[in-house]
């Protein structure tokens, strides 16, 4: 995504934020007021924009003090200030996907007992339109833990989506911040485990106490409760205790709590009672970023075009990704050879690539004019009124589905534009296609057209 779909900051917002960085969490500047833009009115009154009602809220709530200070000492005098909820299409460039180029710094292990593993941590979760809410909701849980309405905090997703990296870091976070406090981390089945061993060896109360002596209990994969009725029953009295001392909860599950079977009803209430939150497949965007931070962690050098082929064809599952970054590198090591696109291909092509049914561009250029009705002449010409722009974006996006070409290629048969500017009608024609139905009907009728 270019960055000229960023609004501008007002010089007095601008300054704000460099006076509430130096002040708040670097994790917390981030997530809270990174996305946020100012807007001086006539009337000396300061609007300050934000993604979405949930971070105006939080902003409210836990940052007015500071928000306030920030005007008073950057302007002299207290203003008026109001905080506002951005239009979907500045939210969306406002939340544009950071890398930070720094290595992470690893901290020291975390007591082993916890459960925590550091390497799952906020600084290195990558966070994209679909992660959004789900992330924010993360850093609030562990700015605050037990203090805020998200109580119990409950993620779902698919598998690989960041399900145990976002409850890890939640308890990393809090580990290094609050060390008084005591985390627990433990999978659904460890907590299982350890309860059946505590039946057989006699030590349920044991067992009690440990779980509930937690200012934090963080369960991972909750779904694998479904069926087990006594641990059900005691993980329902750890929950309720912990609730009514003011601890914090945090579940995941891969369904919503609704849609997950061999729950009993009043679990599932109680876990539906604080916040829900999902994580979504990522974008292509957001797959390209996480691959990238990944290579510069692992010191693997990638080409553009080897990140976009992998990106392209693994859609739906972060693992996955990395996956195929670990055996390219292993191959490249073993065979001491650079990892170039045939490499890659060779290596992972039969396991990732979608089958293609094979299309010309020219086909497709055709046809997708014909079907927007404009003159295919536009398809390679530098005009860029709405229309023309949507067909040529549907074209090129087209083109990358039902070819084999190159993005370079592709980019070439559109008037000679470049790459980048493929990645970016494919990654809008994506988007939309995932978010808007009637947008999708269209798309699935042009492309059955093609394809008969
Ligand atoms: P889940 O628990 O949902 O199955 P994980 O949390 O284990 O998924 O994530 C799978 C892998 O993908 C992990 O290595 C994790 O670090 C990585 N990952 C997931 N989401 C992100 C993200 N948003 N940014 C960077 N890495 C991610
Ligand atoms: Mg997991």
């Known amino acids: 995504m270019s960055s000229s779909g960023k609004s ?10 460099n006076y509430i960085s130096l002040r708040a969490k670097k994790s917390s500047f981030q997530t809270w007021f990174k996305p946020t833009r100012g807007e001086l009115n006539g009337d000396g009154e300061l609007k300050i924009f934000v993604p979405n009602q949930f971070i105006a809220d939080w902003l409210m709530d ?3 003090d500071l928000i306030s200070d920030a005007i008073k000492e950057v302007h002299g005098s207290p203003l008026l200030f109001q905080l506002l909820v951005m239009d979907s ?8 996907i950071e890398f930070h180029r720094r290595p992470l710094t690893l901290v020291k292990p975390s007591g082993s007992g916890y459960g925590l593993n550091e390497r799952y941590r906020f600084e290195s979760f990558v966070v994209g339109n679909f992660n959004q809410f789900a992330h924010a909701a993360a850093v609030a849980v562990a700015e605050a833990p037990g203090k805020t309405k998200y109580n119990p905090l409950f993620i779902y997703g698919g598998t690989g989506l960041g399900k145990t990296h976002l409850i890890q870091a939640i308890g990393n976070y809090i580990y290094e911040n609050s060390p008084n406090k005591r985390v627990i981390y ?15 060896n006699g030590t349920v109360t044991g067992f009690t106490t440990q779980y509930r002596s937690a200012d934090v209990l963080l369960v991972d994969d909750i779904q694998f409760f479904s069926g087990k009725e006594s641990t059900q029953e005691q993980f329902f009295h750890t929950f309720n205790d912990l609730d009514q001392l003011g601890k914090q909860i945090v579940l995941t599950s891969d369904r919503h709590p609704k849609d997950t079977k061999g729950l009993e009803e009043r679990l599932l209430s109680r876990f539906s009672s604080g916040l829900v939150a999902d994580l979504q497949p990522p974008d292509l965007e957001t797959r390209m970023a996480i691959l990238r931070r990944r290579t510069e962690q692992e010191g693997i050098k990638l080409p553009e075009d080897v990140l976009f082929f992998i990106a392209d064809n693994v859609t739906s599952n972060i693992r996955e990704l990395e996956g195929c970054l670990t055996r390219l590198s292993a191959y490249s090591s073993l065979e001491k050879t650079a990892i170039d696109l045939d490499f890659a291909m060779r290596i992972l092509g039969k396991e990732i690539i979608r089958p293609k049914r094979e299309l010309t561009i020219s086909e497709i250029k055709k046809r997708t004019s014909e079907f927007f009705h404009i003159d295919p002449a536009m398809m390679t010409a ?14 090129m996006y087209l083109s990358r589905k039902h070819t084999a070409c190159s993005l370079k290629g592709i980019g070439e048969s559109f008037g000679g534009r470049d790459h980048s500017t493929v990645i970016h009608a494919c990654t809008l024609i994506e988007k939309r296609v995932a978010s808007e139905s009637e947008f999708r009907e269209k798309i699935r009728h042009l492309t059955s057209l093609l394809l008969n």
């Open 89 to 96: 299409q500045e939210a969306k460039a406002q939340t544009e």
């Open 62 to 64: 836990r940052y007015h």
């Open 186 to 200: 433990a999978t659904s089945e460890r907590f299982t485990s350890d309860f059946i061993s505590a039946l057989s």
């Open 8 to 17: 501008i900051n007002c010089k007095l917002w601008e300054d704000c934020l």
């Open 382 to 395: 530098k005009k860029k009124t709405a229309d023309v722009a949507l067909a040529r974006q549907v074209a």
